[in-house]
């Protein structure tokens, strides 16, 4: 694998103005590394779980004015696509590197999976490590830290899956931008594979619901 970790410059693609200038460098710069790692964590993935998983690289097709915010590759279990499927996401804002495990709007399977969350929350939420973050956005780069949640907090947050149509969970770790680890392309292979191991749970249990 070629991937040799995030630079500065990387970072630096989201300062850049206008769709087509920034989009260019993402395409130059970021993407790449970007579809490095997502044969490599798809084939870590399949090896992991025993299914044939993807790597899908955002293309932001869909921009016309706004140049996005972030970019990322998702990896699931479909050649043709992601959003509806339970899926792990690595990528960019400008401020740090994002490593989810992901249930979105789309996925048709969102309120079992509220409903097994809630009755296995105290078990998930025990064995989810302090320095783990939850977003219940992932076109927003606000999270909620582990360490600050409470079991009301978490009632809330899988009420709302189950309830609010657009409603969508996310669970994983943010690594800051000047992050020795982020640089590093050892480092950072180890780290999100710990974190996509610490996450695994999450996946089984989304799987079981979606069957």
Same mark, same amino acid.
């Given at each position: 694998?070629?991937?040799? +970790?995030?630079?500065?410059?990387?970072?630096? %693609?989201?300062?850049?103005? +206008?769709?087509?200038?920034?989009?260019?460098?993402?395409?130059?710069?970021?993407?790449?590394? @970007?579809?490095? @790692?997502?044969?490599?964590?798809?084939?870590?993935?399949?090896?992991?779980?025993?299914?044939?998983?993807?790597?899908?690289?955002?293309?932001?097709?869909?921009?016309?004015? &706004?140049?996005?915010?972030?970019?990322?590759?998702?990896?699931?279990?479909?050649?043709? +696509?992601?959003?509806?499927?339970?899926?792990?996401?690595?990528g960019l804002w400008e401020t740090h590197v994002f490593v989810w495990f992901?249930?979105?709007?789309?996925?048709?399977?969102?309120?079992?999976?509220?409903?097994?969350?809630?009755?296995?929350?105290?078990?998930?939420?025990? &064995?989810?490590? &302090?320095?783990?973050?939850?977003?219940?956005?992932?076109?927003?780069?606000?999270?909620?830290? #582990?360490?600050?949640?409470?079991?009301?907090?978490?009632?809330?947050?899988?009420?709302?899956?189950? &309830?609010?149509?657009k409603a969508e969970i996310l669970c994983g770790i943010q690594l800051s931008n000047d992050s020795? %680890?982020?640089?590093?392309?050892?480092?950072?292979? #180890?780290? %999100?594979? #710990?974190?996509?191991?610490?996450?695994?749970? @999450?996946? #089984?249990?989304?799987?079981? %619901? +979606?069957?």
């Open positions: 694998m070629s991937f040799n +970790g995030f630079s500065k410059k990387d970072f630096d %693609v989201f300062t850049i103005d +206008g769709l087509e200038p920034r989009m260019e460098a993402i395409k130059e710069q970021v993407r790449p590394k @970007l579809e490095d @790692l997502g044969e490599h964590f798809a084939a870590w993935f399949t090896k992991r779980t025993g299914e044939e998983m993807y790597p899908h690289v955002a293309k932001h097709a869909r921009r016309k004015v &706004n140049p996005p915010d972030d970019t990322w590759v998702a990896i699931a279990e479909s050649k043709r +696509g992601y959003k509806k499927l339970p899926h792990f996401q690595i992901a249930v979105i709007y789309e996925s048709p399977i969102k309120q079992d999976f509220a409903k097994a969350l809630k009755e296995q929350k105290e078990e998930i939420t025990s &064995n989810i490590p &302090n320095t783990f973050v939850w977003s219940l956005d992932h076109t927003k780069p606000e999270v909620k830290k #582990q360490s600050e949640l409470s079991s009301e907090d978490f009632d809330q947050m899988f009420d709302r899956l189950e &309830n609010v149509k020795d %680890v982020v640089s590093d392309s050892e480092k950072f292979i #180890q780290t %999100v594979e #710990q974190a996509f191991e610490t996450l695994m749970p @999450l996946y #089984q249990i989304a799987k079981r %619901v +979606g069957e």
